[in-house]
């Protein structure tokens, strides 16, 4: 008897209704819950439906894509969300191991699950799901937090048109921006006037202003009617762009938070009407959850830019000693962020949040969106499709220091450039390659890609070296959440240091050494890197650097990633070594 993929997960499904064990088909471990697209059929609430992704970082199809083991909190964010990880993020949630959605947003046990469980996201799957959803929710919004024009060789290559059009199919009102900046400002706008506009979808920000005469670059909100229920949805853009990345792109363009401006806005959105007033934000989500604090009359901020995947709604007491909702939806299309709400004459009432993983073996892929993800790809599929290498352990970045990926990139550019030492940006995107898979063109694109992605190769003191370590950490660990600029700390190869995430400014790095000897804080070191921020570079981008190096190689022997000595970390929740 031959089963078609839906009979099969219809049956599984019964099958594990009716009791039975599914251990000889979910692994040899006998933890393994079988995937089910019961989890997408969502009963509909209320009369006011946010749908809303975020950092899918132009990744068109599904992906690998492990979740960080390393997320050390500082300060009164230590041991709450989204500074937890592994089985402490399970508990706090009450999300029991081994399921799918334990997989979904957590490191545990990940090659085997991701290998049980498949690849992720994808926009013709992530289409469906939206339809799906839509299909019950009539005058839904769809929200995209920012993130997405940016992130694959395709998006680069077509100055992120193949998102832009994504977008349109998959039906985004509403979006805010970070890395679609890097694109230049004139892009940007290209976009906005000839694509948003004349397709109905708001580019908003509050917190952009040109530079000399303060006026706002875009529309700080917009104001939508929902099954008769007026709601205000304000942008905040990533409010550090102009320091993150580089300011020449955008010379006119002045970036930050904004609070005060902001609480305007919200009691501009009351004012007209507003029943329910929405942020969609890239800030982050420590500095959503101080913003939530600091602001009153806000309902929901729904937030992006640190990746986090939070399967629940946080509630923050605000400052008119209401309740704010704070949710994050992940990256990489791997989730959607679904927000119901219940919204009578005096406001919200009641509601309820669900993050969906975007399962891509459960969900049918939309013709017309996988029409236009194999159209876009396909003038490239050769370059892209070649295989540099294979590697015999997974592959990734995501995580407080280093990643196994990392490591590939920082041992290329010490040996293609001659370096002694190689400094390699703390991203937080890229995609995951599994054990005895080969590495192609494509994913080492998705690892490295920018629009200023030149290598350099200089001298650095000691001195010099220990300040910029000094710098990225203040930006990560900095107890007050509106010093976060995001990312993970900067890549180090032949560099070791000791880190105190919860020492101040200056005093966070000790006991450097480079090859093995105490670092001379007056010598000057040769160092490679790459993505200058200060100033255009003519020279090799670094994707071209890796994979001459993995064409050499051939095979990439994967060995657990550098991880700096930890003080003061004992107990902290966002670390599972």
Known sequence: MNLTRREFLQAMAVASAA???????????????????????????GNVSFMHYTDCHAQLKPIYFREPNVNIGVGDMKGKPPVLVGNELLEWFGIKPGTPMAHAITHLDYVDAAEKYGRMGGFSHLSTLVKKLRADRPNSLMLDGGDTWHGSAVSLWDDGQDMVDAQKLLGVDIMVGHWEFTFGDDRVMEIVENDFK???????????????????????????????????VIGQAFPYTSVAN?????????????????????????????????????????????????????DVIMGGHTHDPIPGAVEIENAGGDITLVTNAGSNGKFLGLLDLDVGESGVRDYKFHMLPVFSNLLDADPEMEEHVKKVHEPYQDKLNEELAVTDGVLYRRG???????????????????????????FRWGVSVLPGQPITFEEVMSQ?????????????????????????????????????RGGDMVRTGGIKYTIDPHESMGSRISDLEINGEPIDMDKNYVVAGWANVHEPLDSEPVWELVADYLREKGTVEVSKPYLPKLKNVEGDPGLEI
């Not at 003191?461 to 990560?476: C, H, M, P, R, Y």
Request: with cysteine.
């Open 246 to 298: 580089p300011s020449y792109m955008f010379p006119d363009w002045s970036f930050g938070i904004r609070d005060e401006h902001m609480q305007r806005m919200i009691n501009e959105c009351r004012e007209k009407g507003a029943k329910v007033v929405a942020i969609l934000s890239h800030n982050g989500m420590v500095t959503d959850m101080e913003m939530a604090r600091n602001l009153e009359g806000v």
């Open 198 to 232: 004349p397709n109905g979808i708001d580019f908003l920000a509050q917190n952009i202003e040109d530079r000399d005469w303060g006026d706002p670059v875009f529309e700080p909100y917009t104001i939508r009617e929902m099954n008769g229920v007026p709601v205000a």
């Open 400 to 426: 407080n220091f280093n990643g196994t990926f990392d490591e590939v990139i920082l041992d290329a550019l010490r040996e293609k450039l001659d370096a002694e030492v190689a400094l390699s940006p703390g």
């Open 448 to 484: 490295t890609v920018t629009t200023y992605s030149e290598v350099q190769r200089n001298e650095m003191t000691g001195e010099q070296l220990k300040n910029t370590l000094e710098d990225v950490a203040n930006s990560i660990f900095n107890q007050n959440p509106y010093h976060h």
């Open 19 to 45: 009791g039975f064990s599914m251990n000889a088909w979910a692994g040899e471990k006998g933890s393994w819950k079988p995937l089910s697209s019961e989890m997408y059929d969502i009963p509909k609430f």
